[in-house]
Nanobody, 123 residues
Framework: VQLQASGGGLVQAGGSLRLSCAASGHTFSRYGMGWFRQAPGKEREFVAAIRWSGGTNYADSVKGRFTISRDNAKNTVYLQMNSLKPEDTAVYYC??????????????????WGQGTLVTVSS
């Protein structure tokens, strides 16, 4: 199974970035996808998740600023990040779960995860 994330980079505070992640090789028919992040010296944390039909869930810290979406035909999940803050600086990981729900906020409940893409927000 491969999860190929892209779209990270360096952006100034207040700016925007869009992350993408294409999943391939798994056998799940309808499945959840999501994003986690890990900042330097901190634990990995939930960011957002989306079910097959589009229902979403967000961490409080990103609500109103980030939008998760997916293209099921392309097995791809996106994370549109607006109004970025320095505290959003982290490695962002896309994830896949066999459970068709956006409610899973624990890393251990996900079956597959990507290699991560670095997002750096300068002040």
């Amino acid at each position: 199974v491969q999860l190929q994330a892209s779209g990270g980079g360096l952006v100034q505070a207040g700016g925007s970035l869009r992350l993408s992640c294409a999943a391939s090789g798994h056998t799940f028919s309808r499945y959840g996808m999501g994003w986690f992040r890990q900042a330097p010296g901190k634990e990995r944390e939930f960011v957002a998740a989306i079910r097959w039909s589009g229902g979403t869930n967000y961490a409080d810290s990103v609500k109103g600023r980030f939008t998760i979406s997916r293209d099921n035909a392309k097995n791809t999940v996106y994370l549109q990040m607006n109004s970025l803050k320095p505290e959003d600086t982290a490695v962002y990981y896309c994830v896949v779960t066999r459970f068709n729900t956006p409610a899973l906020v624990s890393w251990s409940r996900y079956d597959y995860w990507g290699q991560g893409t670095l997002v750096t927000v300068s002040s």
